[in-house]
């Protein structure tokens, strides 16, 4: 450092020289750092001394918020911020001879970046990371925090809907390096949710992180990646009680028609109506979900298929009954209706008798 510069330093660390002069010295070393370090520099080369050993690169996710849950094509959307971090061996400076600057901010496209993307992402734009700045220091370490709205397929089971919990996974990985060229490690064991923004939803239980070395069938070299599973609860509190207990309370209704007469008009009104009404909650549950091959349970309760369930066997073994109890009722009545034509003729016949006698004992 320049005698000038070195004294011009002091005086502004001991508070002897205005700010604005001791901006503009920081200013003037921060110009020439920058000048330096990309004069020969070129962003298209992996930053490594000895290009037979692999570079490391730390990755750490944090979940902002969940914009859209399994939606059409089982996905989910998530606001993420990415923070990679790496060492490019060839931007590190001695910050004494640049007026004590240790770190610079400056735009990410000047440097080397990894090409870590969402290998399971399930976006038709294939959106990735924000062009933020990154933090360079001194000693040559990068990081780089980005923001990052994804979508990545996720298979879903809505057989306990409302009551259901998934489990998507986001995977991040290299898209050409593989692991002899680039060792993609995870920074801690789960991903960050002290900025998550509460759904109203989705409870997130967890997001825990784990690290894979995987060998595809394309190539021999191994291919480390890191996986983070996003542990979700349905929050049930709003179908139980604007789906669930109608459909419960509708569904009460339904054997009520059998103890109805035969011969009433409501009987028939009853049925329809409830049936109706069943009708409406089925839709209303398909609205509120996804297309899936599992059913869900208040699906079956709602409209119940032949074949399906047990809400389907007690249904059946009800018409059988009723149907026999029909068919007893209808012989109880033949019988009684004989016995009533037979006593008519008997009481006719008596009548008669009576009658003729008492007239013969008046004659």
Known sequence: MEPGARLCLALCLAGLLPAPGCRGAQGRFAYKLLHDLFANYSSALRPVEDTDRALNVTLQVTLSQIIDMVSAGHGTGTAL?????????????????????DSIRIPSSYVWRPDIILYNNADERFGGSMETNVVLRSDGHI??????????????????????????????????????????????DSGTLTDFVENVE???????????VITYGCCSEPYPDVTYTLLLRRRASFYIF??????????????????????????????????????????????????????PLIGERSAPRAGRGLNVGYIAGCFRRHRANQRRTGEWKKVAKVMDRFFMWVFFLMVFLMSVLVLGNAA
């Open 81 to 101: 911020w990415v923070r990679q971090t790496w060492l490019d061996a060839h931007l590190a400076w001695d910050k004494d001879e640049y007026g004590g600057i």
């Open 143 to 188: 990081r780089w925090d980005s923001p990052a709205i994804t979508k990545s397929s996720c298979k879903v089971d809505v057989s306990y809907f409302p009551f259901d919990g998934q489990q998507c996974r986001l995977t991040f990985g290299s898209w050409t390096y593989n692991g002899n060229q680039l060792d993609l490690r995870n920074q801690l």
């Open 202 to 212: 989705w409870e997130v239980l967890g997001m825990p992180a784990t690290r894979n």
């Open 242 to 295: 604007n789906l669930l207990l109608p459909c419960i309370m509708v569904s009460f209704l339904a054997p009520l028609g059998f103890y109805l007469p035969a011969d009433s008009g409501e009987k028939v009104s009853l049925g329809v109506t409830v049936l109706l009404a069943l009708t409406v909650f089925q839709l209303l549950v398909a609205e509120s979900m996804p297309p899936s091959e599992s059913v």
